[in-house]
């Protein structure tokens, strides 16, 4: 399976002097400053990409299973929800949910 060559670990936003911080436990991602949209409009950019890796995470899963020949309905059914469950998962942290 391909692999995330960026940052690892789980990330979240806190505020910082700068604005709204992207962060892992070790280390900061990235900043969105809030001087040109509404804090509403940043909040939702920052947990769409809080939510990237997850997102990518699912897609992966979904694109190996269609890209592997399957051998039977049950293998069929465990991989379709597992892919789901990741990617529901992740729309959810995506919009706020």
Known sequence: MKEFKGTKGEWFAARDANGL?????RE????????????????????LIVAAPELLK??????????TPQESN?????????????????INKAIGL
Request: charged content about 25%; glycine content about 6%.
């Open 21 to 25: 911080g992207i962060f892992t436990e």
């Open 28 to 47: 900061k991602i990235c900043t969105l400053f809030e001087h040109r949209h509404s804090g509403e409009e940043v909040d939702a950019n920052a947990g």
């Open 58 to 67: 699912a897609l992966l899963s979904i694109t190996e299973y269609w890209n």
């Open 74 to 90: 049950l293998s069929l059914n465990y991989h379709i929800e597992h892919s789901l469950r990741l990617a529901e998962k992740a």
